[in-house]
């Protein structure tokens, strides 16, 4: 599998400089488009995590922006015009639950008990929380997985390390 977008630093609509309108308390939402090539033909379900070690020495862990698991790839749009064999488009976070209900999205580091005054609205602790790094640059990382069948036991709003043992289990 081979993920790729027409990026190699997430825009300013995704991240700490995304418009008022892209934000909740603070927060960009609208996630980023990417695509999914050369996607071995046994995969049927897609699962990731987009995450910020760098967060580390800031906050003591690393900061998870978006999880997501269980999305049928059947369900998904193949880009004839780009080449490119699955795109994920741009705010995928905020409406796949409509589209695709079967597919779950994990709460995201904004939902930890440890940061105090913090949203609590689930379109931030829920859904794709866009890099907001206080001190530097950071780089993130996106992890893509492809299973034959989905996964057991993630309901909406699980935590990322569920999804990570679900993995190593299917």
């Known amino acids: 599998m081979k993920i790729s977008a027409d990026f190699t630093v997430i825009p300013d609509a995704f991240a700490k400089a995304a418009p008022p309108e892209n934000c909740i308390d603070g927060t960009p939402i609208v996630s980023f488009p990417f695509y999914i090539d050369?996607?071995?033909?046994?995969?049927?379900?897609?699962?990731?995590?987009?995450?910020?070690?760098?967060?580390?020495?800031?906050?003591?862990?690393?900061?998870?922006?978006?999880?997501?698991?269980?999305?049928?790839?059947?369900?998904?749009?193949?880009?004839?015009?780009?080449?490119?064999?699955?795109?994920?488009?741009?705010?995928?976070?905020?409406?796949?639950?409509?589209?695709?209900?079967?597919?779950?999205?994990?709460?995201?580091?904004?939902?930890?008990?440890?940061?105090?005054?913090?949203?609590?609205?689930?379109?931030?602790?829920?859904?794709?929380?866009?890099p907001y790094p206080p001190d530097q640059d950071h780089d993130y990382y996106l992890h893509v997985w492809g299973t034959t069948a989905p996964l057991n036991g993630l309901n909406q709003g699980f935590w990322l390390n569920e999804m990570e043992r679900a993995l190593r289990n299917s």
């Not at 987009?50 to 003591?60: L, M, N, T, W, Y």
């Not at 978006?66 to 059947?74: F, G, K, Q, R």
């Not at 880009?79 to 209900?101: E, G, K, Q, Y």
Request: charged share 15%; net charge negative; aromatic share 10%.
């Open 38 to 130: 050369e996607l071995d033909p046994s995969v049927q379900f897609l699962h990731w995590e987009f995450v910020d070690p760098d967060s580390i020495p800031v906050c003591g862990f690393q900061w998870n922006h978006w999880s997501l698991a269980n999305l049928p790839v059947d369900a998904l749009m193949y880009d004839f015009n780009d080449s490119h064999a699955l795109a994920i488009p741009a705010d995928f976070s905020r409406t796949v639950s409509a589209m695709i209900p079967e597919t779950v999205q994990g709460r995201t580091s904004a939902a930890s008990p440890l940061l105090k005054g913090r949203s609590s609205d689930p379109a931030v602790t829920m859904r794709y929380n866009g």
